[in-house]
């Protein structure tokens, strides 16, 4: 079975606990940072699902881009063959690009997200 650890923090995206059902995935949403680190640490994931809020302001002091810096640092270190993907409010798209220079992502995908993309996504050529 796959597994899938999400991280958001909104109350933007839909519930895919059926799908993820369908598809034979076993899902865990996380509603810290820093409880998802420690479970990354016991097991890996085959995907991870995060919610890109772009640092507008000094919160990430220039050395991060967005919320997700961290934690896929933290999935490169522990769970490298995870495939990241991106959920992102509309507003978002001008800073997207500067998340994909640092990082490796699968997908971005844009609110609202249907269940038809999301299934595309996770059953991708290379899922």
């Known amino acids: ?33 820093r409880n998802l680190h420690r479970a990354l640490q016991k097991q890996p994931p085959d995907f991870f699902v995060g919610e890109f809020v772009y640092g507008w302001g000094n919160n990430y002091a220039g050395a991060n881009v967005s919320n997700l810096d ?3 640092r933290t999935l490169q270190r522990f769970a490298p063959q995870a ?8 507003r978002e798209e001008d800073h997207i690009g500067k998340l ?26 290379d899922s």
Request: charged share 15%.
């Open 83 to 90: 495939k990241v993907i991106v959920f992102m409010h509309p």
């Open 70 to 72: 961290v934690t896929i």
């Open 1 to 33: 079975m796959q597994t899938l650890f999400s991280l958001i923090e909104s109350p933007f995206p839909p519930d895919f606990s059926a799908l993820y059902q369908k598809l034979g995935i076993v899902a865990e949403r996380f509603d810290t940072a």
């Open 100 to 125: 994909l220079e640092l990082f490796p992502v699968h997908a971005v995908l844009t609110y609202p997200v249907s269940e038809q993309a999301m299934q595309a996504t996770l059953r991708g050529p």
